[in-house]
Nanobody
Framework: QVHLEESGGGLVQPGGSLRLSCAVSGFTLPMYVIGWFRQAPGKEREGVSCISTSDGSIQYSDSVKDRFTISRDNARNTVYLQMDSLKPEDTAVYSC?????????????????WGQGTQVTVSS
């Protein structure tokens, strides 16, 4: 059974940093994409960043480019999202998702499995 578990969320002051982790278990195919999404209250789900395990392709949304960094540890089946220079507007529930295949995408409907999410709050 495929399972994605996020960790690393919390409360941080503006300008601070957090690192989110997405641990994947129960998935054995070699090609997949891990995407990070976020959803703030009253807003639609937004794609933040994604990475392909097949060729390492990476994509960032314009709202987080140059502040967030996605990376992967294949040995640990874990994908990380390093978030720096956090702003109050980054406050949201962050979820990771798995897309079977190698084409990176920010369309949530293309993803096959989802984690439960972790809350990130940026506030002074």
């Amino acid at each position: 059974q495929v399972h994605l578990e996020e960790s690393g969320g919390g409360l941080v002051q503006p300008g601070g940093s957090l690192r989110l982790s997405c641990a994947v278990s129960g998935f054995t195919l070699p090609m997949y994409v891990i995407g990070w999404f976020r959803q703030a209250p009253g807003k639609e789900r937004e794609g933040v960043s994604c990475i392909s395990t097949s060729d390492g392709s990476i994509q960032y949304s314009d709202s987080v480019k140059d502040r967030f960094t996605i990376s992967r540890d294949n040995a640990r089946n874990t994908v990380y999202l390093q978030m720096d220079s956090l702003k109050p507007e980054d406050t949201a529930v962050y979820s990771c998702a798995l897309l079977i295949g190698g084409v990176i995408s920010f369309y949530p409907s293309m993803y096959d499995y989802w984690g439960q999410g972790t809350q990130v709050t940026v506030s002074s």
